[in-house]
């Protein structure tokens, strides 16, 4: 089983200051990993995701997150945020098994990131 | 654009009336879909797993009675509530992979507020 912890419930920031919202998860086998945002009543999209390879990942809107094995995080940062970031952010996990297990996303309890003028 | 619909956005019934949510994959067909529910200010949970042409599968600890889900199509499922109650007033989202592989990514629905008087 797979569980992941966002660190912080509520983030604020002023406009065009840098960001990073925690995420650590826990898994006992490799997972991929996903930001996603969600704005208010709608559905959620994704910003970025963790599959193999470059540790480094560049999403969408100028987000950026780095996994780290060894301490189990996958942060994600913005070096200078807009009013139209504010939203709430999810961190996700996800196993990569086969079968219909694939599709389940444990989610973290989401960050609430307020940009503030 | 959207690639998963949902409808209504918004519905509002008497407690003891039943609820039907549409999902709907508009440009490629998913044999599966996954149905979330989330509570104000908390994350998501899965549901269940919807699967074209058979029955669904439920996560531990929801009323498969209670939550009916139809997989009619390859581009539709439906959630429906049976004698909503007040407590079952939620967000509801769907979503759906495009492809079948574990890496593809998940498309959600714009979510199903539910509002049970």
């Known amino acids: 089983a797979q569980s992941v912890t966002q660190l912080d419930s509520q983030v604020p920031v002023f406009e065009e200051a840098p960001v990073e919202l925690r995420c650590n998860y826990s898994?006992?086998?490799?997972?991929?990993l996903f930001w996603y945002v969600q704005y208010p009543n709608q559905g959620l999209q994704l910003l970025l995701k963790?599959?193999?390879?470059?540790?480094l990942v560049k999403g969408i809107n100028g987000f950026e997150a780095e996994f780290n094995k060894s301490q189990t995080s996958f942060h994600l940062r913005k070096p200078s945020v807009h009013i139209s970031d504010t939203a709430e952010y999810f961190c996700?996990?996800?196993?990569?098994?086969?079968?219909?297990?694939?599709?389940?996303?444990?989610f973290g309890q989401g960050t609430i990131l307020t940009v503030h003028p | 654009g959207a690639v998963v619909s949902q409808h209504p956005s918004w519905v509002i019934c008497k407690s003891g009336t039943s609820v039907k949510i549409e999902c709907r994959s508009l440009?490629?067909?998913?044999?599966?879909m996954f149905w979330y529910r989330q509570f104000p200010k908390q994350s998501l949970m899965l549901m269940a797993t919807?699967?074209?042409?058979?029955?669904?599968?439920?996560e531990q600890g929801v009323e498969k009675d209670k939550f009916l889900i139809n997989h009619a199509s390859l581009t539709l499922s439906t959630l429906t509530v049976t004698s909503a109650h007040p407590e079952d007033s939620s967000f509801y989202i769907c979503?759906?992979?495009?492809?079948?592989?574990?890496?593809?990514?998940?498309?959600f629905g714009e979510g199903s507020r539910l509002t049970v008087l």
């Open positions: 979503s759906a992979p495009r492809t079948q592989t574990n890496t593809g990514e998940l498309f």
């Open positions: 898994s006992s086998v490799s997972v991929y």
């Open positions: 963790y599959l193999s390879g470059s540790t």
């Open positions: 996700a996990v996800r196993a990569p098994a086969g079968g219909t297990s694939y599709g389940k996303l444990t």
């Open positions: 440009d490629f067909q998913a044999t599966t």
């Open positions: 919807s699967n074209e042409g058979s029955k669904a599968t439920y």
